[in-house]
């Protein structure tokens, strides 16, 4: 009989899952928390299609809540045994739901699993970690993606899933337009490749003019173009780019001006590290240290937020980055205020007079 491959704690929940299809051998149960839900579903999804035969997979998987599960409950659904199959299948969800009783039973379960059983437990996003099952189960912490990691996804999925290759100027306007919710992205992915499907039966690949006419943003258009603007103190760019930005679908002013802050404090972090000496060329590292210490959000991947704020951080002076950060705040607190109805002219405001913030007479060092 194969050994089950022994992953490594800091393996990524990913590879322990990918290991699993490949081997098709299976740890008793699998411990699933963290706050990336659809990447513990797509998880599920793929321990159940390799674990399990098509044919007898509606008698051999039970999917269910913690809440609805007693203690005789528990002690049903894992001792059922396969019927005609190797193997059954058992999933609990919010498992933190069982009251005491039924609890007690897991983990007299967990002591001495069934070999014949493959027993899957999560816990959902913002849920609590049970210290307890990570060390009876093989636990998988499924983290956010960083944005980097999601512009990998976003073309792993394409081609994978849906059997499409999507151009790299693609990615990055899906990205920049939908953000980084994987189940976002992948419902506007299905979404253009029936388009460029409707459009030619024989297409092989997303382009960005595919994207754009799916989610109704072209490029140049971003909220990444806008923070480019407002960075290098651009008025009338950041001015005719404010309309359409706030104009789409899935953007609020609250999360680009969370965005401008983000880019303000990296600037403001910036200007500090080249008046201690730093050198531009180590500026990028630098911005991605900061990132990694603050976990900033910059509407994008670190990477190009980093390359974007070393070009335009000689251009603000630590007065300026102090200034847009109390405009900043003051801006988050009036779109948050029910009173002030008119965001779209508050965020007018706020990116006239941070485009008004210009270091003047500072040179590169």
């Not at 050994?3 to 051998?25: G, N």
């Not at 990447?39 to 793929?46: G, P, S, T, W």
Request: proline share 5%.
């Amino acid at each position: 009989m194969p050994t089950r491959p022994s992953p490594s704690r800091e393996s990524s929940p990913q590879r322990v899952v990918l290991a699993a299809q490949q081997s098709r051998v299976f740890a008793p149960a699998y411990y699933l928390f963290g706050d990336d839900d659809y990447l513990k579903d797509a998880a599920i999804r793929d321990l159940l299609d390799a674990a399990l035969d098509p044919a007898s997979r509606d008698f051999n998987c039970d999917i269910r809540r913690a809440g609805e599960l007693d203690a005789e409950g528990v002690n049903d659904v894992l001792g059922t045994p396969p019927m005609l199959a190797e193997r059954r299948a058992v999933v609990i969800r919010d498992v933190a739901a069982l009251k005491k009783a039924a609890r007690a039973q897991l983990d007299k379960y967990l002591t001495r699993p069934a070999s014949d059983t493959l027993l899957i437990l999560t816990t959902p996003a913002g849920g609590k970690t049970d210290a307890a099952l990570s060390k009876l189960t093989e636990a998988l912490n499924f983290e956010p993606l960083s944005p980097e990691r999601v512009r990998k996804w976003i073309t792993h999925h394409a081609t994978t899933v849906l059997h499409i290759d999507v151009a790299a100027d693609a990615v990055q306007l899906l990205q920049q337009t939908v953000g980084n919710d994987l189940q976002m992205l992948a419902g506007e992915l299905d979404k253009c490749a029936s388009y460029m499907l409707g459009r030619d039966p024989n297409a092989t690949s997303i382009d960005a003019d595919g994207v754009s006419a799916v989610v109704g943003v072209r490029r140049g258009e971003t909220v990444t173009d806008l923070l480019d603007a407002v960075a290098r103190h651009d008025a009338p760019t950041a001015v005719k780019l404010l309309a359409h930005v706030l104009g789409q679908p899935k953007v609020t002013a609250v999360q680009v001006v969370m965005m401008l802050t983000t880019q303000a404090f990296a600037l403001s972090y910036g200007r500090a590290r080249r008046e201690a000496g730093v050198s531009t060329n180590r500026l990028p590292a630098e911005f991605f240290s900061f990132l990694k210490e603050t976990g900033g959000y910059p509407g994008r991947p670190w990477g190009e937020a980093a390359s974007a704020w070393t070009k335009e951080v000689d251009g603000w002076s630590t007065a300026s980055c102090e200034r847009a950060l109390d405009l900043l705040l003051s801006a988050d607190i009036a779109l948050k205020d029910t009173t002030v109805s008119d965001a779209e002219q508050t965020m007018m405001s706020l990116t006239l007079a941070l485009c008004a913030l210009r270091s003047r007479g500072r040179k590169a060092a």
